[in-house]
């Protein structure tokens, strides 16, 4: 893998275990030469990890839409720093930079950005693998919530693996080496879906 995209909040959340989170993250990343693509702000969680980058000698791609670079605070000391038109504009960028997505504490934005990639990779639209870096267990709740859609017979089993969690990048970024995608094709398991259970209202 040559870059990892991150989602991550531009708020440092309530605890330092978040930001420490995000420097382990970056440092590893650089440990391992692999680059950084994420939102281009200098604040919060996102800014704490361009740091860690940065200070192993990493390489940083950041992203960010002109509408935010005010907002946001831009971090104009990044190795590759691009300003584009468009909250689409930056998510397709950095998805077409990237070869796998994490994602760790963030509020909506973050939630938002993941679960598109995500359901990309649940649509066939690419192949790279996606995980949640569950520190302080900030994604409990919502890892519950996914196993629930799959009760409910509303995500297949296969799509929902593909979502790794783990508390650890080193380990999260193990599980990425190895990971490859399921041959489930989406469109017939809808069909099938259907076709079992058509119109189990009028029964």
């Known amino acids: 893998m040559k870059r990892i995209c991150v989602f991550c909040g531009s708020s ?21 030469n692999i680059g950084l693509v994420y939102g281009g702000a200098k604040v919060g969680m996102m ?11 990493g390489q940083v791609v950041g992203v960010i839409p002109k509408g935010l670079v005010e907002k946001e605070v831009a971090f104009t000391q990044l190795t590759d720093l691009r300003v584009v038109d468009s909250m689409h504009e930056r998510k397709a960028l950095m998805a077409d930079l990237s070869d796998g997505f994490i994602a760790l504490p963030g509020g909506l934005g973050t939630i938002e950005e993941f679960f598109e ?13 996606c995980g949640l870096l569950n520190v302080k267990n900030y994604y409990d709740r919502l890892i519950d919530f996914l196993d629930h859609t799959v009760t409910e017979q509303f995500v297949e089993s296969e799509h929902r693996s593909m979502i790794m969690v783990d508390d650890n990048p080193e380990r999260l970024l193990s599980k990425f080496e190895t990971y490859q995608p399921p041959k489930l094709d989406k469109t017939k398991w809808i069909l099938h879906l259907s076709n079992k259970s058509a119109d189990p209202i009028s029964r």
Request: glycine content about 14%; proline content about 7%; hydrophobic content about 40%.
């Open 12 to 32: 440092p959340g309530t605890g330092v275990e978040y930001l420490k989170a995000a420097q382990h993250l970056g440092y590893t990343l650089a440990r391992k």
């Open 47 to 57: 800014g704490k990890i361009a740091e860690a980058v940065l200070e192993k000698g």
């Open 117 to 129: 990639v995500a359901t990309w990779a649940q649509l066939g639209i690419h192949p790279k693998p």
